[in-house]
């Protein structure tokens, strides 16, 4: 695979040798402590150079390039075992034999490795790996798939029998070692300090760029102060900003004195980054994916109505009856979201996009201007016309006002003609990527229940089914949310009905690829709620309950106290429950972290007790 490279640099040994990364992969994955895990990766962290560190990165989320970039391995399952039994000359019925018992390829490969020593193999460090692994994913069009499996087969003989577990891994997309990018962040600030210390800048930048591997680079090679060189960058996607929620317009107003009011429409947000030299456009959904295959009608109206020459701005594509000039419910604008027949669907639904927010233009960052300030750049690089017919691209219409009574008309006219509901915005307030402050504060209303909006919550695991739900393998699932202080997901409903035979269907199929031997070191689960299959965090379903309980079985907001004779820990303060929940919809377009805080469902129950006392 190339000359092995061993040089001493001040950052310490260069040229890691991946079979001792490997030795890390096994401890992270079989460690239950998120806090043995940080410290885990800032000893691997600090042992890296810089190069090696952006490299390493990607390979620990089981990838060569960051999430945004459109770089995919394209192996399954089948492949890679294909692969393995021409590099370790085994007999396929012996392998699938092995297989079904241990129910994991890269373990599989592992024992038949140990009993194959052969003279191929060799010491190769991660750089080595990566290199080839990169060439595995970037090899594209006719014989590649060839090209694939031979620099698969070369580094299965090459490897030593636990690298290999984790390498059969990577190209099938299940490397997930169960933490998140968060205890990533506080990874890094423990490799500079021993401690959390620096995690806030550290997540402000990445929250700008959203690339560990880049971010890793900057803070090894410069320390903290490599992070000042960070700033919006065209296309790398910026983690969109998140409100606040409430059903209060006094309390808005109350919050934000004179505010500006938007429309709050349910469609795709998207995030568009736009070069008019070589006219490139690329589309970002909340999730950090590239969609801009999907929306080809959208691109054409940047392209056509934008006049800046670079440019990343925000905004909500939905669904446009030609025949009424009438906007079209989610349910209907979600059939844009498909890889397949889209140009006779967007002449079936052409999209509009509604534009709110300018992040960076020309050669300026707009991130940190006042929203006033953004809103009238952003009317300065739209050319349309307001003709809603001709015009693919407009911009959000807008009352400001300091009146709630008025808020409230606004409101319900937003309501009354299909749209979600309204944002309200700061005027002086400044464009926090990834955060959810109070620069922007959500106004929703449903009149069928106590709790007054919905719940994204993350699929942590489920139940066999029994009776009918046995031929679906599922049965029931848990869902948490999101506690941000220990960065770990909490449970708040076990839900078993709702959910149509082709959804229960679409959720087992959709979470094969995630599921873990073991309950994930990010979960925080009350044994009562234990489940028959684990699911590492991925899923985001958007859920619908009557109200919010207190149930000493769920964790979201638990208090834990000694026991009197101090032997054990019980419950102090009963944590939040769904009632009656139901699914609403899958939220493909959202990463697990962008789930409700537990503090979201906190001010939800003290409202739902407000009102309803």
């Not at 691997?44 to 999430?67: D, H, I």
């Not at 990018?181 to 210390?197: C, E, I, N, P, Q």
């Not at 979201?337 to 960076?360: C, G, N, S």
């Amino acid at each position: 695979m190339g000359a092995q490279r061993v040089l001493v640099t001040k950052w310490g040994r260069f040229g890691m040798k991946f079979q001792e990364l490997a030795i890390y992969f096994e401890k992270i994955e079989s460690t239950a402590s998120r806090l043995e895990i940080t410290e885990l990766l800032a000893s691997l962290f600090k042992e890296l150079t810089p190069y090696e560190m952006g490299k390493t990165m990607y390979l620990l989320q089981g990838r060569v390039v960051p999430l945004f970039e459109k770089v995919e391995f394209g192996m399954a399952e089948k492949s890679v075992i294909k692969s393995a039994l021409v590099a370790l000359q085994v007999d396929r019925s012996a392998f699938m034999h092995e297989f079904e018992k241990q129910g994991d390829v890269g373990r599989t490969i592992e024992i038949f490795k140990k009993e194959l020593l052969t003279f191929e193999q060799q010491d190769l460090d991660i750089l080595e790996v990566y290199d080839a692994l990169h060439t595995l994913a970037c090899s594209n069009g006719t014989g590649s798939q060839e090209v694939k499996t031979n620099i698969l087969v070369h580094l299965f003989r090459e490897l030593d029998s636990l690298s290999c577990r984790f390498l059969a891994r990577i190209p099938m997309g299940t490397m997930r070692l169960g933490f998140s990018d968060m205890t990533v962040l506080d990874a890094f600030s423990w490799m500079l300090t021993g401690g959390k210390t620096l995690r806030p800048q550290i997540e402000k930048a990445y929250h700008v760029r959203p690339d560990l591997g880049y971010i890793g680079n900057q803070l090894k090679a410069q320390g903290i102060d490599g992070l000042e060189q960070v700033k919006p960058t065209l296309f790398t996607p910026i983690l969109m900003m998140r409100a606040e929620r409430t059903n209060n317009p006094a309390e808005i107003i109350e919050k934000l004195g004179e505010c500006v009011i938007e429309p709050k429409y349910d469609g795709f947000r998207l995030q568009v980054h736009y070069q008019k030299k070589s006219g490139e456009v690329r589309l970002y959904s909340r999730n950090l994916e590239d969609v801009s295959a999907m929306y080809p009608d959208v691109i054409a109206g940047i392209q056509k109505e934008i006049t800046a020459d670079e440019l990343i701005l925000e905004g909500e594509a939905i669904g446009f009856d030609p025949h009424t000039g009438n906007f079209l419910p989610f349910q209907e604008t979600v059939q844009r979201k498909r890889k397949y027949d889209i140009a006779e669907k967007a002449k079936e639904i052409p999209l509009k996009l509604f534009v709110f927010e300018i992040l960076y233009a020309n050669g300026t960052s707009y991130i940190q201007s006042p929203f006033m300030e953004r809103r009238n750049a952003l009317e300065g690089f739209v050319a349309i016309t307001g003709d809603i017919f001709q015009d693919t691209i407009t911009l959000a219409p807008q009352l400001i006002t300091s009146d709630a009574h008025a808020l409230e008309i606004y409101f319900d006219d937003a309501i009354t003609r299909g749209l979600e509901g309204v944002m309200a915005k700061k005027k002086e307030g400044v464009y926090q990527p990834g955060a959810r402050g109070s620069n922007w504060i959500k106004f929703k209303r449903s009149y069928s229940a106590k709790i007054e909006d919905t719940i994204d919550c993350v699929v942590m695991g489920y139940d066999y089914g029994r009776g009918k739900r046995a031929d679906f393998g599922i049965g029931a699932f848990l869902v948490g949310v999101y506690d941000e202080e220990q960065d770990m997901f909490v449970t708040v409903a076990k839900i078993g009905t709702g959910l149509t035979d082709e959804e229960w269907k679409d959720l087992k199929s959709t979470s094969a690829a995630q599921i873990t031997e073991k309950q994930p070191a990010l979960y925080l689960v009350d044994k009562q709620m234990s489940v028959d299959i684990w699911i590492k965090p991925s899923a985001v379903v958007e859920i619908k309950a009557d109200e919010i309980t207190r149930s000493p079985v769920h964790t979201a907001g638990r208090v834990m106290k000694a026991s009197k004779n101090g032997n054990a820990l019980q419950v102090d303060i009963p944590g939040f429950a769904l009632r009656f929940p139901r699914l609403q919809r899958f939220r493909t377009d959202r990463r697990p972290e962008e789930a409700t805080t537990v503090s979201e469902v906190k001010s939800m129950f003290e409202h739902q007790v407000n009102t309803h006392s």
